[in-house]
């Protein structure tokens, strides 16, 4: 069973940066696409960025301009540079990886922005 390791989640104050970082426990499989999801409590899960195995990205409007996604393709892991947190990027972040048939997610990291 493939497993995802999510590392870098933590305590910033408003302006700061954080990087997450996600790695599947294979390079058998190759992704069709990696994401970061995040959920705050007593929302629903939402997307904040994908990433294609082509390196195509996309971005919630929330966090344009302030967020990268990026991946190394060989190795199956993606990244998520946050810089300028607002306290409103608080939430427990996923990450996600799709291989075409199925999915699999990572256990959650906190990332808590205090103002």
């Known amino acids: 069973q493939v497993q995802l390791v999510e590392s870098g989640g933590g305590l910033v104050q408003a302006g700061g940066s954080l990087r997450l970082s996600c790695a599947a426990s294979t390079t058998t499989f190759s992704f069709n696409y990696m994401g970061w999801y995040r959920q705050a409590p007593g929302k629903q899960r939402d997307l904040v960025a994908t990433?294609?195995?082509?390196?195509?990205?996309n971005y919630a409007d929330s966090v344009k301009g302030r967020f990268t996604i990026s991946s190394d393709n060989t190795k199956n892991t993606v990244h998520l540079q946050m810089n300028s947190l607002k306290p409103e990027d608080t939430a427990i972040y996923y990450c996600?990886?799709?291989?075409?048939?199925?999915?699999?997610w990572g256990q959650g990291t906190q990332v808590t922005v205090s103002s």
């Open positions: 996600r990886i799709n291989w075409g048939l199925f999915d699999n």
């Open positions: 990433i294609t195995s082509s390196r195509i990205t």
